[in-house]
């Protein structure tokens, strides 16, 4: 069986355990064991079927255990992990992808405990902090390189280790807290612990690493916790279903959510997850238009403005206006402001300039696109060259809260291969930037005192992003960011999210960043919380109406407006909604209720008028429409309302009037079509011809153009036009416009 057919199998196992068809799903299972000769696992789906059998039968004879649910959660457990256990020793001789690959590669080698991890790396920390005390020289920097390499090798090891590890025994949960809790062992190594055991219950569940991340969450470590916590949501989301069956995960996360710490750094990931989702978005609206832009400008710049301006010492301060006037007339001042409001929300707006630059042999390596950044990596030597240089660099770079591990190790990685001369001139910039970021991150810590760990949590998702995203393989693990917005409905994250003002921060992010099917559901939790809130039903009301549930939204607006009396935004939501409704009779209560707040409002009268005529009250719809005129004369959309009224009213020769001024004026396919329609009531066939050819001509679509004069026959009937005429009408615009057979 090939590996995508187990893996088939497998889904279709977990389908069947999910709707509790359990002899299906051990048929199943006997199906994967049968491809191969393990008898520890056929032994254990026998003498598991056996027990189930033994149930069904004491239950079908009325004798029932007390502990019956305990005892059937038990069983369910085991199918999955049996299940597993059997995919996985196919999988392991057979799969390409990188999981089995290095699970292959480990099994050939010696097997290094935790243990013998932790006395390897507090030596090698040891030895490395004893060479920092002798004197700069050369001597001192040939002892750090191999020892870093030794240090880094380790990690590394370990990482994959702990990546490949099979589930965990008592023994082994001890060790890790043993690592954890080592002050000799670096933060940064702990870090790529937590990364790898995070990947390795993606790839393999295993409810005991999960208790032990949740005990990591509440390190006081802000670097250690946040990754724990940036772990467990993803794993939480993908295994959604299990949580059921492990209580003792669920009843830890509960407890969790009466920290305060935990709870903030949890909230933060959170929102943190929803604005990744906007990503690629943002990369898409870089690339195609910020960018392509601000490439169109700048031979405009050339020819407008003389470039030495900008380089002479004396013109800094004083820009020329001119300049200003060009970025704004091109539009680019809008998007470049926009770019600077997305990179203050903390949107990842560097991911399209970093994505070029993963080629280094640094990345070849899978665990270094976790690892925090450290200037003293040996990849980095050559580097640290010059001290001055170095030491300016390295404060940029540790100091720098817009931009992620990944992307720092990429910018440094740029720097060591550009000419000597440009990397001076790269890192003084850069230096000189990271001093006015320096005082800008202190105002912010200033105003938020736990901005440095809301920091941290954001670059490690960046860092997660950019590996799900951007590495060579990334096609082999669960892209942890195509999981569904689904944080409010998770139930192990309930106690924490259904806080009042939790709930409120993720039905706002979902909202503000227009994700209205994940914002409606959070809002409706929240109205069961807050029932009397006016602004939570009007944002249910308008995630109805971008969803297309009209009448939904409409519920939702009237409920907003018995709680909050004449609210002028919710009258003209409510009236546009019964005007798509059609009752138009309604819809004009509302307007005529927001006119007395808004009677200069034109949209509001133009509305009006909407009401009136879909009413066929054409005098009053009419009256409305001169009274928007008489207020702005070049209102053109007052202009279309007088005409198609009158027209409707049989003015035509106001409507005449009316679709000539209109016809002035940039006119559309429909515009000529209506102003057809009048001359053909008006017997002015020959000018109906020609109207109606240019409105065929600008449609570009005969079948098109005919669908719109369909549309209009009862209009013309109504008028008193015969419509037998029509086909000679549209026969003779064919042969005019030369064009004979229908396209």
């Known amino acids: ?73 038990k069983l369910i457990r085991d199918i999955y992990s049996i299940t597993d256990d059997a995919a996985e020793n196919l999988l392991v001789r057979d799969s390409s992808s990188f ?55 380790s990690v590394r090891d370990l990482f994959y280790s702990i990546f490949v590890s099979p589930r965990a025994n008592a023994d082994f949960i001890k060790s890790l807290h043993s690592f954890i809790e080592n002050e000799t062992i670096p933060v940064n190594d702990k870090c790529m612990l937590i990364s790898a055991i995070t990947l390795n219950i993606m790839q ?105 301006e900008w380089m002479e010492e004396s013109g800094i301060d004083d820009k020329n206006p001119e300049w200003q006037k060009i970025l704004e007339e091109s539009g680019l001042t809008d998007k470049l402001k926009e770019f600077s409001d997305l990179q203050l929300e903390g949107a990842d707006v560097f991911h399209s300039t970093f994505s070029n630059l993963k080629n280094y042999p640094f990345f070849n390596e899978m665990s270094n696109w976790f690892m925090p950044y450290d200037p003293q990596h040996s990849s980095l030597q050559r580097l640290l060259s010059k001290s001055g240089e170095s030491d300016q660099f390295i404060d940029t770079m540790l100091g720098s809260s817009i931009i992620c591990n990944s992307d720092k190790y990429s910018l440094s990685f740029s720097v060591m291969m550009m000419p000597e001369q440009y990397r001076s001139m790269m890192i003084n910039q850069l230096g000189s930037e990271g001093d006015e970021l320096k005082k800008i991150q202190e105002e912010e810590m200033t105003l938020n005192p736990y901005q440095k760990e809301s920091t941290i949590i954001k670059q490690y998702i960046q860092d997660l992003y950019r590996f799900y995203k951007l590495h060579p393989r990334r096609a082999d693990f669960t892209d942890i960011f195509s999981l569904p917005l689904n944080y409010h409905e998770i139930e192990a994250f309930q106690p924490i999210v259904l806080q009042t003002k939790n709930l409120e921060k993720i039905a706002l992010y979902y909202f503000e960043k227009n994700n209205f099917n994940e914002a409606l559901g959070a809002y409706n939790m929240l109205a069961g919380k807050v029932p009397g809130n006016s602004e939570v039903w009007q944002k249910i009301g308008f995630c109805k109406q971008m969803m297309a549930d009209i009448r939904g939204a409409l519920d939702a607006y009237l409920h907003a407006d018995l709680i909050e009396d004449n609210n002028t935004w919710l009258l003209n939501r409510i009236a546009h909604c019964y005007r798509v409704l059609k009752e138009a009779d309604t819809a004009l209560e509302y307007y005529r209720r927001l006119e007395q707040f808004r009677p200069d409002d034109l949209n509001i009268q133009l509305n009006i008028g909407h009401c009136y005529l879909e ?27 007088i005409a ?92 005019d416009s030369g064009d004979s057979e229908v396209k």
């Open 644 to 735: 198609w009224c009158a027209f409707l009213s049989r003015k035509f020769d106001i409507a005449q009037r009316y679709y000539k001024r209109i016809l002035e004026n940039k006119p559309n396919a429909h515009d000529y079509l209506n102003a057809g329609h009048v001359e053909l009531c008006l017997s002015n066939n020959r000018d109906a011809v020609k109207l109606y050819a240019l409105s065929y001509k600008q449609t570009g679509s005969f079948d098109t153009f005919l669908k719109m004069l369909k549309d209009d026959i009862d209009e013309l009937q109504e008028a008193g036009v015969d419509t037998d005429i029509l086909p000679v009408i549209i026969d003779k615009m064919l042969y």
């Open 204 to 308: 393999r569940f295993d409810a005991a690493k999960v208790l032990f991340l949740l005990d990591v969450c509440r390190r006081h470590e802000a670097e250690i916790s946040a990754r724990a916590i940036t772990g467990i949501i993803p794993i939480f989301q993908r295994y959604r279903t299990r949580w059921h069956l492990y209580p003792e995960c669920s009843d830890r996360l509960k407890l969790l959510s009466d920290d305060a710490q935990f709870t903030r750094r949890f909230m933060a990931t959170v929102l943190g997850f929803i604005q990744a989702h906007e990503t690629e978005k943002i990369t898409k609206r870089l690339t195609e238009e910020i960018i392509p832009e601000m490439m169109k400008l700048s031979p405009m710049i050339g020819k407008k403005i003389k470039l030495d």
């Open 615 to 641: 009413l066929k009250q054409y005098d009053e719809a009419l009256n409305y429409y001169f009274k928007v005129e008489l207020i702005n004369s070049n209102n053109t959309r007052a202009w279309r309302s």
């Open 1 to 73: 069986m090939s590996p995508t057919k187990i893996n088939r199998k497998v889904r279709e196992i977990h389908s069947f355990i999910e709707e509790k068809q359990l002899k299906h799903a051990i048929d199943s299972v006997k199906e994967l064991i049968e491809l191969q000769h393990n008898w520890a696992i056929s032994e254990k789906i026998d003498e598991l079927e056996t027990n189930y059998k033994f149930m069904l039968h004491y239950l079908v004879e009325g004798k029932g255990d007390p502990d019956q649910d305990k005892i059937y959660n």
């Open 99 to 153: 999981f089995f690959e290095r699970e292959r590669l480990m099994n050939v080698r010696n097997t290094i405990s935790i243990d013998e991890y932790i006395d390897t790396i507090v030596k090698q920390t040891d030895i490395s902090s004893i060479i920092e005390l002798l004197d700069e020289g050369p001597e001192k920097e040939l002892r750090k390189i191999p020892c870093a390499i030794a240090h880094e090798n």
